[in-house]
Structures are given as C-alpha cells and as structure tokens.
C-alpha cells in the first residue's frame, strides 16, 4: 500500500512562492500511478490542482494553468508543487494523492497524504 | 470541466438505518472500456478523504460491506445498508473520466440523529 507524506512551509507571504513536496513510500514512484495534488480550503470542497506521470506527462486544472509546476523526482521517490503569485485564495490544506493504477493500467481509486495546512498571510 | 451535483448536502441518521447519496454528473462518466469512472470517498472529521468504491461499484480493500456503489452513466448512488456510528463525515463523488480536470461534488455531511 503506497503511502504519501506532504512537507513544506506552513506560512506563505502574498505574492510569494507556495511550495511542497510528498514523499512516496512502499512503492516507486515509476509505477503506472499519476501523482497528484488537491486542496481544501478551510471548511470547503475539493480541488483538483494537476497530476504527474513519472515519464514526465502532466494534467493541470485550467483555472491555476500559468501558475502551478509539478515535477517528478525519480531518485528521491517524491514530487513536488509550486505555485506562484499566491493570494489569501490559495490558503488551503494541501493533499498528495496517488491516482492508483495496475500494471495492467485499470484504475483502482486515489490514495491520499495526511495533508498540511498552508496559510499565505503577511 | 464535468460538473458533479450531489444530494441531499445534509443527512441526519438513526444508527442502524440505511442511508442513501445522490451523484448527478453533466456528462455521461462511462468509459469505452464500459466502467463509470466514479469514486467515492470519506473524509472523517480532522481526517484525509479515504477511498470507499472506485470505478462505480467496486469496494476499496478493507470497506466493510455495509457500502455499496451503484448507477451508470450520469446517476450515481453510495448506500449504506445500515449506518453506524463511525461513519460520521462528509462524503464525495469524485470523476476521474477528466475533461481536463478531475472534479468533486460539494460533499454530503453524514451525522448521527
């Protein structure tokens, strides 16, 4: 069972750089998942950031597209988010998730990180 | 983007009674391949979301069975054969067909009558 751990700053500045790394243990992260992000505002739903596959295929959400980079770090077992221009809107808790998939390439369901709160604040 | 509308928003519970949970999708979430790519996930108070059934129907390893999933292409259900006390939280339908993005339902907060 793959399992995700975010770390990064828990305080942002406006119009600063948010960002965030998960590492992924109990399994490599050049299987066939996408590794993704999502976040949730405080008391709010959830959203979709973008997903990376680990030959370097990307899918953002249009509505941050130009501002969010995921990458992929093959021999650290991780991937990261950054997101530039932040505002008081991006104040959200940040997920890593794993959008698992057989070696078969069927889709059995997203697997999630505890979370960390990141609050962009002067 | 594939808009998911969930009912009701709120549903109180007697502990040992069923429960039931709308997902209506703008576009039909059936693959070529003949599955629904629709989850569902529980998120418990100060918790994670964790994954309940995938693809439609099928229950994630270690859900007990009182969970179900069903419907086809833009109706979906999550039932609960009889509620217990754990299973407070909210609950989303989440599509993975894309188109671009993977988007949520507003989630249904379960509570305990």
């Known amino acids: 069972q793959v399992q995700l751990r975010e770390s990064g700053p828990g305080l942002v500045k406006p119009s600063g750089t948010l960002s965030l790394t998960c590492a992924v243990s109990?399994?490599?992260?050049?299987?066939?998942?996408?590794w993704s992000w999502v976040r949730q505002p405080p008391g709010r739903g959830l959203e979709w950031i973008g997903e990376i596959f680990h030959r370097g295929n990307i899918n953002y959400n249009p509505s941050l597209r130009g501002r969010v980079t995921i990458t992929v770090d093959k021999f650290k077992n991780q991937f990261s988010l950054n997101l530039i221009s932040v505002t008081a809107a991006d104040t959200a808790v940040y997920y890593c998730?794993?959008?698992?998939?057989?070696?078969?390439?069927?889709?059995?369901?997203?697997?999630w990180g505890q979370g960390t709160l990141v609050t962009v604040s002067s | 983007d594939i808009v998911m509308t969930q009912s009701p928003l709120s549903l109180p519970v007697t502990p040992g009674e069923p429960a039931s949970i709308s997902c209506r999708s703008s576009q039909s979430l059936l693959h070529n391949n003949g599955f629904n790519y629709v989850d569902w996930y529980l998120q418990k108070p100060g918790q994670s979301p964790q994954l309940l059934i995938y693809?439609?129907?099928n229950r994630a390893s270690g859900v007990p069975d009182r969970f179900s999933g069903s419907g086809s292409g833009t109706d979906f259900t999550l039932k609960i054969s009889r509620v217990e006390a754990e299973d407070v939280g909210v609950y989303y339908c989440?599509?993975?067909?894309?188109?671009?993005?993977?988007?949520f339902g507003e989630g249904t907060r379960l509570e305990i009558k």
């Open positions: 998730a794993a959008k698992q998939m057989t070696n078969s390439g069927w889709y059995v369901g997203f697997s």
């Open positions: 693809l439609g129907s």
């Open positions: 989440m599509q993975a067909l894309q188109s671009p993005s993977i988007t």
């Open positions: 109990g399994a490599s992260i050049t299987t066939s998942n996408w």
